[in-house]
């Protein structure tokens, strides 16, 4: 009982610390929406359209709602030792990981359902698959997190993390397939861009909107899993090797 009490806690604390302020907000969702809508509106395309780039709205939104407070927060209650009171806490440094990026999986899959619900006020979305779109959200959003995470214990100073994030989380933006198809790209980035996490959660959102996904379904889950399981591991022995031993 004591491990889930201290588990919620720190959960409960963390959200109320750093993830309903604006900076995250702004981030999270007014700059995947602003980016949408300047390509909307250069591109000339019409309404229809529309489900053509929802996936990638939904998975920049995934994206920078959670890369963008927690490789940051983690960072900063690393610098402030408060990380280390953390540590006393009643749970194993699995379970307070856990923890720690409940929070961010949590707010990212709100993000990714804000621009789903605004599409369904200006186009017909009936045809959306909601047995595939909402396994692909929690997925999308808990390997963005433990990203944010990788970042955050790789690097010592805030300023780094969040440098460190833009170097990853726009190339993305390019490279995943959001707005353009991978096999448009060069044939020398492509590996690139199948090394990358979000290019199969969003291949997923693809297929659940409008049925144009490029990969297997079931392939895009499991690697976007291996995903999750290879990017904690690597932050957890990060962790006990740089700030704990």
Do not use: H
């Not at 700059?31 to 309404?47: K, T």
């Not at 999308?140 to 440098?163: D, N, R």
């Amino acid at each position: 009982m004591k491990t889930w009490i201290a588990f919620w806690n720190i959960l409960l604390k963390d959200v109320r610390s750093y993830y309903l302020k604006p900076p995250n907000i702004s981030w999270g969702l007014l700059f995947p929406l602003v980016w949408i809508a300047m390509f909307f509106i250069r591109s000339g395309l019409g309404m229809d359209k529309l489900l053509n780039l929802l996936p990638g709205l939904v998975a920049l939104s995934i994206l920078f709602g959670t890369t963008s407070v927690l490789s940051v927060t983690v960072t900063f209650e690393k610098k402030g030792r408060s990380f280390e009171r953390l540590l006393l806490a009643p749970i194993s440094l699995e379970l307070l990981m856990l923890a720690k990026t409940s929070g961010a999986i949590l707010f990212g899959i709100i993000n990714a359902f804000v621009p789903i619900f605004i599409a369904m006020l200006l186009t017909d979305m009936s045809g959306l698959n909601w047995c595939l779109i909402i396994p692909s959200t929690v997925l999308i959003a808990i390997s963005s997190t433990f990203l944010g995470l990788f970042i955050a214990v790789s690097v010592k100073e805030v300023f780094e993390a969040q440098t460190f994030s833009n170097f990853f989380r726009f190339p993305m933006i390019f490279l995943c397939g959001l707005f353009f198809p991978i096999t448009s790209l060069p044939v020398f980035l492509r590996p690139l861009s199948y090394a990358l996490p979000l290019t199969y959660g969003a291949d997923i959102l693809r297929g659940s909107m409008n049925g144009s996904n490029m990969l297997p379904l079931g392939l895009s889950f499991l690697v976007l899993s291996g995903f999750c399981a290879v990017l904690f591991f690597i932050s957890l022995r990060n962790i006990n090797k740089k700030w704990i031993t």
